[in-house]
C-alpha cells in the first residue's frame, strides 16, 4: 500500500484565495481524520469522519473552513477565504478504528501571503 | 486549552544516554495514551502505547511510564542513538476515535 496520500505537498497563495487540500486514505480504513500542525499549538485535531461521516468537527477553526468525505477514497478540506493565519502544515490520517492504528500522510504545507 | 502537555519544547541527549521525554495530561477521560515520533517533511509515526491500565510498557529501546495519580507519562530512550533525533508527540484518546496530541519535543542526540 502507498500509505495515505496528500497533495499538494507544497501550495502558496495569495491572501483571499480558496484553497482545498486533498488525502486519499489507505484502502480499507474507515476512519480519517485531518490536523493542522503550528508552532504555538502543535498538532490540532480539526475534523474526523467514520465511514465517510463526519463525527466531531469541533476543531474546524471557522467557517471559513469546511471538509469533505465524498467517498471511502478521497476527502478534501477547504479553506475560503484563505488568510497568513492558516499558514501551517496540514496533515491527513487513517486508521482502520484501532487507537494505535493511525497512519499519517506526509502533509501539504500551506503558506497563504 | 492544552488536555496534553509537553513543557519541554526541546531536550539535548548525548548519544549512548538515556533520554526521558515527559508528558502531562488534564483529562481525566484519557484511557490510552501513545507517542509519536516525526521527522521533517514526514508525517507522524506510531511509536508505542500504554493503556490507563498498566503502568509501564517496554518496547526494545523505547519504555513508556505512566503515573495516573499525577496525570504524568514519560518516554525513555535508551540508549540514544542519532537516528533518535525527531520530534516526539505525546498523545491520549478519551475511549473514542480521536487522539488529541501535545505540541511535541524536539529531541537532539549528540555525538
Known amino acids: 500500500d502507498a500509505g495515505v496520500i496528500q497533495s499538494p505537498r507544497h501550495e502558496v497563495t495569495e491572501m483571499g484565495q480558496e484553497v482545498t487540500l486533498r488525502c486519499k486514505p489507505i484502502s480499507g480504513h474507515n476512519s480519517l481524520f485531518w490536523y493542522r500542525q503550528t508552532m504555538m499549538r502543535g498538532l490540532e485535531l480539526l475534523i474526523y469522519?467514520?465511514?465517510?461521516?463526519?463525527?466531531?468537527d469541533s476543531g474546524m477553526p471557522e467557517d471559513r473552513f469546511s471538509a469533505k468525505m465524498p467517498n471511502a477514497s478521497f476527502s478534501t478540506l477547504k479553506i475560503q477565504p484563505s488568510e497568513p493565519r492558516d499558514s501551517a502544515v496540514y496533515f491527513c490520517?487513517?486508521?482502520?478504528?484501532?487507537?494505535?492504528?493511525?497512519?499519517f500522510g506526509s502533509g501539504t504545507r500551506l503558506t497563504v501571503v | 486549552d492544552q488536555q496534553v502537555k509537553q513543557n519541554s519544547p526541546s531536550l539535548s541527549v548525548q548519544e549512548g544516554r538515556i533520554s526521558i521525554l515527559n508528558c502531562d495530561y488534564t483529562n481525566s477521560m484519557f484511557d490510552y495514551f501513545l507517542w509519536y515520533k516525526k521527522y521533517p517533511a514526514e508525517g507522524p509515526t506510531f511509536l508505542i502505547s500504554?493503556?490507563?491500565?498498566?503502568d509501564k510498557n517496554e518496547d526494545g529501546r523505547f519504555t513508556v511510564f505512566l503515573n495516573k495519580s499525577a496525570k504524568h507519562l514519560s518516554l525513555h530512550i535508551v540508549p540514544s542513538q542519532p537516528g533518535d533525533s525527531a520530534v516526539y508527540f505525546c498523545a491520549a484518546s478519551a475511549g473514542d476515535d480521536k487522539i488529541i496530541f501535545g505540541k511535541g519535543t524536539r529531541l537532539h542526540i549528540l555525538p
Open positions: 500504554i493503556s490507563s491500565i498498566k
Open positions: 469522519f467514520n465511514n465517510n461521516v463526519p463525527i466531531d
Open positions: 490520517a487513517s486508521s482502520p478504528g484501532t487507537i494505535d492504528g493511525y497512519t
